[in-house]
């Protein structure tokens, strides 16, 4: 169990000796990544010509994602990314006609696109 992980800490010794990763450099990355409530909205990227129906589901898409709490936040970000942390520049948004019980957002976490139905 010890073996090999040493073995890949030796292999990346050299490597890694060179750059000089500080911790104040690490927590600056790892604050970037945490979500909140403004930078979740700023990510969401909404087309730009929408009817007015679409572009009313669109501003209750964005207050709701305003008023989550962390928890259901990193719930929703998981549902579209399939990371708790903001990992992706962009969340596609997409407007698709669903009629029925099939009026449900659906999450693709390979693509990082959210599709809402639209009215």
Partial sequence: MIQMPMYVCDCWRDILKGLCIRS???TDVYSTL?????????ILQIPGSLNAQTNEVSKYLKRYVRELDLKV????LRFCTGS????VPN???????MTGLSKRPIGHTCGCVL???DY
């Fill in 34 to 42: 945490i979500p909140s409530n403004r930078k979740v909205v700023q």
């Fill in 115 to 117: 599709q809402i139905g």
């Fill in 84 to 87: 708790d942390l903001i990992t």
């Fill in 73 to 76: 936040l990193c719930l929703f």
């Fill in 24 to 26: 104040e450099n690490l």
């Fill in 91 to 97: 969340i596609a948004v997409e407007f698709v006609n």
